[in-house]
T-cell receptor, first 113, second 118 residues
């Protein structure tokens, strides 16, 4: 049972435009969410997180939006740069649990120069 | 130091071999993790150590044996592996148990060990 889903396996965006990556979850016990970026042959790199008491968190070019009623979150990258080309994973966890984080299936973003 | 290091980068082993993967962090983190990642799949949690004690074992076969000698080090001992165990093995660390509210469990990952079992 995939509790965290990223329904778009891939996404292509022109440089300078907005990239929007989506993530859906089913477990209502999740109360925090994270986005990671992963280049081939490297470990995931933490990008940005959000607690369920917020609906938006912004860090530079990256903004995460959380819609709890829809069990949906999205990552916006503005403006997109070629160096952003990577696989993006969303992840979710419960702060009352034992630090377990469940990863989504990933979206491969390609930013075209 | 905000880095998680893993050795070796690559490992090729036979099904009868015994080998170990090593992970180290010096960020003062009290939780450490082992993940397994197959191609085009998300990282899959194997073990969590919290304050050097095993807190989560995700029903991992006993041919994988974790060890946390101290708060900075995490090992994964491998014995009698199968070819299907070939994967990227990732280590991660985070601050530790959460108090809820605004806390989120940012995990910092190492570069991984690419394991091939022949």
């Amino acid at each position: 049972d995939q509790q965290v889903k990223q329904n778009s396996p891939s996404l292509s965006v022109q440089e300078g435009r907005i990239s929007i990556l989506n993530c859906d979850y089913t477990n209502s016990m999740f109360d925090y969410f994270l986005w990671y970026k992963k280049y081939p042959a490297e470990g995931p790199t933490f990008l940005i997180s959000i607690s369920s008491i917020k609906d938006k968190n912004e860090d530079g070019r990256f903004t995460v939006f959380l819609n709890k009623s829809a069990k949906h979150l999205s990552l916006h990258i503005v403006p997109s740069q070629p160096g952003d080309s990577a696989v993006y994973f969303c992840a979710a966890g419960n702060s009352g649990g034992y630090q377990k984080v469940t990863f989504g299936t990933g979206t491969k973003l390609q930013v075209i120069p | 130091d905000t880095e998680v290091t893993q050795t070796p980068k690559h490992l090729v082993m036979g099904m009868t071999n015994k080998k170990s993967l090593k992970c180290e962090q010096h960020m003062g983190h009290r939780a450490m993790y082992w993940y397994k990642q197959k191609a085009k799949k998300p990282p899959e949690l194997m073990f969590v150590y919290s304050y050097e004690k095993l807190s989560i074992n995700e029903s991992v076969p006993s041919r994988f044996s974790p060890e946390c000698p101290n708060s900075s080090l995490l090992n994964l001992h491998l014995h009698a592996l199968q070819p299907e165990d070939s994967a990227l093995y990732l280590c991660a660390s985070s601050q530790g148990p959460l108090a809820g509210g605004l806390r989120t469990n940012e995990q910092f990952f190492g570069p991984g060990t690419r394991l091939t079992v022949l």
